[in-house]
Structure formats: C-alpha cells, structure tokens
C-alpha cells in the first residue's frame, strides 16, 4: 500500500515466487514499481485505491502480509479519522496474515536535518502528522487487529499486527 518509488518491495529479500499486489492512490509509483519488480522472479498485480476506502474486491482477499510503509504520515486527520485504514487491511488479510508498516509520528525530530525536512514537508502538504501521536496509532492497530507491536527506532515508528478482528 502506498509505493513511492517501491523501494521496500525492489529491495525485499523474499519476492521471488510470491504474487504481489500493487495498491496507490496514484497510479504513477505503482507503474514505476512494477517497473522495477520486473525479473525478480514474483507476479504484480495492480490495482488503484485509496487506503480510507475498503480496499478494492479485484485485489483479492486472504493476504499473507499487507505492508505499508511511509504512507500513514501522508494520509490527512488523525488516527481516530485515518486509523479507518487498518480495519480495510484486515479485512483483506488471511486469519494469520500480518500488517506490517512505518510512519512519522509528530513527535519532535531528533536532529536539526529532520526537523527541517518535517517543516518543509509539512508546508507542501507532502506530511499530515500534526494530530498523529502514538497512542491514537495504538487505538487504531487495536481497533482492527488481536496483536499489536510498536517500537521507535529515530524518528521512525515502526508497527505490525497480527490476528485480524472482522
Ligand atoms: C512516501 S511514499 C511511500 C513510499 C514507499 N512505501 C517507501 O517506503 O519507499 C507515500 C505513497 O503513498 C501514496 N499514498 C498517499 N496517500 C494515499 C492514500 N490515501 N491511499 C493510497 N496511497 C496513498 C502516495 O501516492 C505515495 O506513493
């Protein structure tokens, strides 16, 4: 969910072999990331969406993984408002599937570069973490999965979830 320039996916060590579906509002990364998925030895699919809407039945359902990974930090409101997203996730994944994925929280930056790269995005529109705190993450994860793990690493909050509830 959420590609920009797939980086995840094109560096992942275990996509040879699995079917991997695209999902982005934007069908430009997606395209760009299959692009670059091509002779790693895995199926793309793709489908367009936006992760506040339930996700789209042509993706399919019964998902291994669902990642998503920079992404919340982009998605405008508050968790109470965008955490919408992780019941459509688990509603697509298998029963043992996990949700796994990072954002920036709005948590003071660490270093001068991050506090600059925060305000710069931010006044472009590229950022919308202004309400977005860890424990408005946490209720949203618990709303929707059994299991949640949250850890910081920097300026990073990275997160996964298992045992989806529907
Ligand atoms: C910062 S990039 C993430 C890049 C990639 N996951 C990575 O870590 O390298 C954010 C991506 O999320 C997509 N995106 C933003 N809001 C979205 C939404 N509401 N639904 C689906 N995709 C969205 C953008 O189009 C963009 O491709």
Redesign the pocket.
């Known amino acids: 969910?959420?590609?920009?320039?797939?980086?995840?996916l094109v560096n992942a060590r275990r996509v040879a072999g699995a079917v991997v579906t695209l999902?982005?509002?934007?069908p430009v990364?997606m395209e760009h990331t299959r692009r670059r998925l091509r002779g790693k030895g895995c199926e793309v699919r793709a489908v367009t969406?936006?992760?506040?809407d339930p996700v789209p039945d042509s993706a399919g359902i019964g998902f291994d993984s669902v990642?998503?990974?920079?992404?919340m930090h982009?998605?405008p409101g508050s968790f109470a408002e965008?955490g919408v997203?992780f019941a459509h996730f688990a509603r697509v994944l298998a029963k043992d599937g996990t949700l796994f994925g990072?954002t920036i929280l709005n948590q003071r930056p660490r270093t001068l570069f991050g506090r600059a790269l925060t305000a710069a995005y931010t006044r472009v529109g590229?950022f919308n973490n202004a309400a977005d705190d860890r424990v408005g993450l946490e209720a949203a994860l618990r709303a929707a999965f059994a299991e949640v793990e949250i850890t910081d690493v920097g300026d990073v909050t990275l997160f996964s979830a298992q045992r989806p509830l529907r």
């Open positions: 969910m959420g590609l920009g320039r797939g980086w995840y999902m982005d509002l934007n990364p969406g936006n992760v506040l990642g998503v990974n920079f992404v982009c998605v965008k997203a990072s590229a």
